[in-house]
């Protein structure tokens, strides 16, 4: 088992978890979790009433810029957020229910030529989740 967002986040030094910010990367516990901002913030606000709108999105955006927590845009969708950052993974949008599924698929980057350097891609795929199929 990888590590969770939860167990990356103590493990980092000098990071202060704060009861929000611990309730935030428990909202994002699990696999095949892409949540939107909103969605992370009903759940947190039922774990913890008196947490606010800007303290969850401003902890979001902390732990994206920390590499600890991916924000996908999606085909021009909300943003989700998606805790789970190894392996790599692609994503199969569901073309009946519209979730959002982890492909595992290791693909090469290419040889981008030219001198430049790709750092990252993200590779969306339609189909049908196995409950649509
Ligand atoms: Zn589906
Ligand atoms: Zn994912």
């Known amino acids: 088992m990888h590590p969770t967002l939860l167990e990356r986040l103590?493990?980092?030094?000098g990071y202060r978890l704060t009861a929000q910010r611990r309730v935030v990367a428990q909202v994002l516990?699990?696999?095949n979790l892409h949540l939107t901002a909103d969605e992370v913030l009903s759940q947190?606000?039922?774990?913890?009433p008196e947490i606010s709108r800007a303290t969850v999105?401003?902890?979001?955006q902390q732990f994206v810029d920390m590499g600890q927590l991916l924000e996908l845009s999606l085909d021009g969708r909300s943003r989700r957020y998606d805790p789970n950052i190894d392996p790599p993974h692609h994503h199969?949008?569901?073309t009946e229910c519209d979730g959002v599924f982890d492909v595992a698929h290791n693909v090469a980057a290419p040889d981008a030529g030219d001198g430049l350097e790709i750092e990252s891609a993200q590779i969306i795929y339609r189909g049908r989740c196995t409950d649509c199929a």
């Open 10 to 13: 103590q493990q980092q030094r």
């Open 29 to 31: 516990e699990g696999e």
């Open 44 to 48: 947190a606000e039922a774990m913890l």
């Open 57 to 60: 999105y401003s902890t979001l």
């Open 92 to 94: 199969l949008i569901c």
